[in-house]
């Protein structure tokens, strides 16, 4: 008993102020890079070195990976948002309603780019619409210094993200691998669990199924972050992506297994149609066992070989589903929005509101990458008004008027790493919350050296960036982003379209194990855009129901191509003819007359018999009993 305290004790994480070690590592590493930024921009005599501390908050995240893959997309998205800003400038400059009409259509792009990219190529993309509104927008009354504003940036930015790297270096910033292992292996047990269920003719409820595919699917961007983490990165990353493909794979085939219970088979030349039943289902039901095992034995492969920095056995694709719709629905609302916005400005007379519409810019900006664009916007709201105030006591109280960059160090620590603490929080909400509140004040803030202590400017830049936000929220109420409904409605109806295309669709040129996981990509869309609240019974027995056909439906084509020769060649082409009429009891029937065709040459036929049933059951009508159990489109 003493023996498991102690190791209990061991276990258990040191906890100080009720924040773990680890984020206490995280918060002085922040601290300490936003510092060595700042130090070096001052030094440098950088025209913008509170783009470098921005960089750094930006830039905060715990582990090694992930902040150098993010900070090698800040500067690959600035560079291009350097050079739009600049050929805008040049060609628009003296256009007036025209030069806004084109940076409404420039957001609109980007925005459109983020919806077809995940992660941080999402991100790099969000970046374009910042840096074209920080640059090309505050300068907007003067062309001539977009090009030195351009290289000002681009040159904070490179010392933010070389501070970055180099603290992260020195204090020893956690590897991602390790986590994203235990992740994995979690969810290995999961899709195991599953097939066990199945063994004993129970399969999970749609929601819990759509659940978990969006378990998997979701850590499909965070694997991008391992090729920036070491030398083997790129190694471990293919070895990640070959575990998540087989767990959708190893998925789907607990499923067929569930299934096989529900399925009956017509009788054949007349015999006994129990008998012809139990022979196809127990041929099925063996197959099964065999390909679940092996592909448990390849997840638990690509594991290892993500552990040790090895080759997995094969570099599966791990395909990201882009609806083209939805990505043009939120990139016309996003420029309807800005475009208004700006008339709202114009229509107003103010002077000096390039830093508000600057900022809407960044914030429909930074807000396309959120599932939610209004509760992003939302947050912002919060953010904007406590950034304010902390940026006013910082300088006005804190600082009052010093210069010396120890006092600035100094001044900067309990803002800077209580808030780095928040970001490091489980909670979306309050992390987010954390990292623009940090953004925020340090926009407002904008340390320099000298340190401007200029009341008017402060309270101008803190009323127009609070305006700013409560422009996009009030664009948003006007306009609504895309609603959930909307999202899963047009998703459904995209994969509605493919399964009714004899050659799959996008899919064909994928294997049916890739394909499988873009359908998986697919269905954690639609639960992302549901948000906090668990997705409806409806909803998810129809994304399943279709998952089911389309998976079917591959493995169908893929076995019949392999066993579609020789003897085998007319009822191959039978099951072929009853695949593309979509009929439950003829892909039945074709399964059986796959089997005696087979049986005197004992060919291999058990992959394609279990895949046609598979494909039956799917298939089936709704009054039968494989259609009710299995769910029907609407």
């Known amino acids: 008993m003493q023996i498991n305290a102690d190791a209990a004790a061991a276990a258990r994480p040191l906890v100080f102020a009720g924040f773990p070690a680890s984020s206490w590592a995280f918060a002085l590493r922040v601290w300490l890079a936003m510092l060595l930024a700042l130090y070096v921009s001052f030094w440098l005599e950088l025209e913008s070195p509170s783009s470098s501390a921005l960089t750094v908050a930006i830039l905060a995240l715990p582990t090694r990976g992930q902040g150098m893959e993010k900070a090698g997309y800040r500067l690959l998205a600035t560079a291009i948002g350097v050079a739009a800003s600049i050929a805008i ?37 969000s970046l374009c619409c910042t840096t074209v509104a920080l640059i090309a927008i505050q300068q907007i009354d003067s062309p001539l210094q977009v090009f030195p504003t351009g290289v000002a940036r681009g040159a904070a930015i490179s010392v933010g993200v070389l501070a970055v790297a180099l603290v992260n ?17 979690a969810l290995h047990r999961r899709v195991t669990d599953l097939a066990q269920d199945a063994e004993r003719g129970q399969a999970p409820s749609a929601p819990v199924a759509a659940s978990l595919l969006h378990d998997i699917a979701a850590l499909r961007p965070d694997i991008a972050s391992l090729a920036a983490e070491s030398s083997v990165g790129p190694t471990r990353a293919a070895a990640a992506r070959s575990a998540l493909v087989d767990l959708v794979s190893a998925f789907s085939l607990g499923r067929m297994l569930a299934a096989l219970s529900a399925t009956s088979a017509p009788a054949q030349n007349g015999d006994d149609p129990d008998q012809d039943a139990a022979g196809l289902i127990a041929i099925s039901r063996s197959w099964l066992r065999i390909e679940i095992s092996r592909k448990n034995a390849q997840v638990r492969s690509s594991l290892d070989a993500l552990r040790a920095g090895t080759r997995p056995y094969r570099a599966w694709h791990a395909p990201l589903y882009r609806s083209r719709r939805i990505a043009a629905e939120a990139g016309a609302r996003a420029a309807i929005a800005f475009t208004l916005i700006a008339i709202f400005f114009v229509l107003a007379g103010w002077p000096t509101t390039e830093l508000c519409l600057s900022l809407v810019a960044v914030i429909i900006g930074l807000g396309s990458t959120s599932p939610a664009p209004r509760s992003f916007t939302l947050v ?81 830049t803190s009323f ?54 873009r359908d998986a990509a697919r269905i954690e869309q639609m639960v992302t855009a549901n948000g906090p609240s668990a997705i409806n019974d409806q909803i998810a027995g129809t994304a399943m129901h279709f998952f089911d056909k389309a998976d079917a439906l591959r493995r169908c084509r893929a076995e019949l191509d392999r066993v579609g020769q020789g003897p085998l060649a007319g009822a191959a082409q039978a099951a072929r003819e009853a695949l593309v009429r979509r009929d439950g009891g003829a892909i039945l029937a074709s399964a059986g007359a796959l089997h005696q065709a087979g049986a005197p040459s004992n060919l291999p036929t058990s992959a394609a018999i279990a895949a046609l049933i598979a494909a039956s059951a799917a298939f089936m009508p709704p009054q039968s009993p494989t259609g009710s159990s299995r769910g029907t489109s609407p």
């Not at 910033?173 to 986590?179: I, S, T």
């Not at 600035?408 to 603490?421: D, E, F, K, Q, S």
Request: some cysteine; overall charge neutral; glycine content about 6%.
């Open 89 to 125: 400038a040049g060609m628009f400059s003296q256009t007036d309603g025209l030069l806004l009409a084109v940076l409404g259509i420039w957001i609109g792009l980007c925005v459109y780019a983020v919806g077809m990219l995940d992660g941080n190529r999402a991100y790099a993309a």
């Open 169 to 185: 270096e020195i204090l020893a910033a956690p590897n991602y691998h390790p986590a994203l292992a235990s992740r994995i292996e």
């Open 380 to 460: 912002a709201v919060m953010a904007m008004p406590i950034a304010c105030v902390l940026a006013g006591i910082l300088k006005y109280l804190v600082f009052n008027g010093v210069s010396e960059f120890q006092l600035l160090a100094i001044g900067l620590a309990p803002v800077v790493i209580g808030l780095a603490l928040l970001v490091s929080l489980p909670s979306p909400m309050l992390s987010s919350l954390g990292r623009l509140v940090l953004v925020f004040t340090l926009a407002v803030l904008a340390p320099t050296n000298p340190q401007s202590y200029d009341p008017e400017v402060f309270l101008l």
């Open 464 to 517: 127009f960036a609070c305006l700013s936000s409560v422009l996009v929220f009030a664009a948003q109420l006007l306009l609504p982003p895309l609603s959930c409904g909307r999202r899963i409605r047009l998703l459904l109806e995209e994969v509605r379209r493919e399964l009714s295309r004899r050659d799959s669709g996008p899919a064909r040129h994928l294997a049916p194990e890739e394909a499988a996981f």
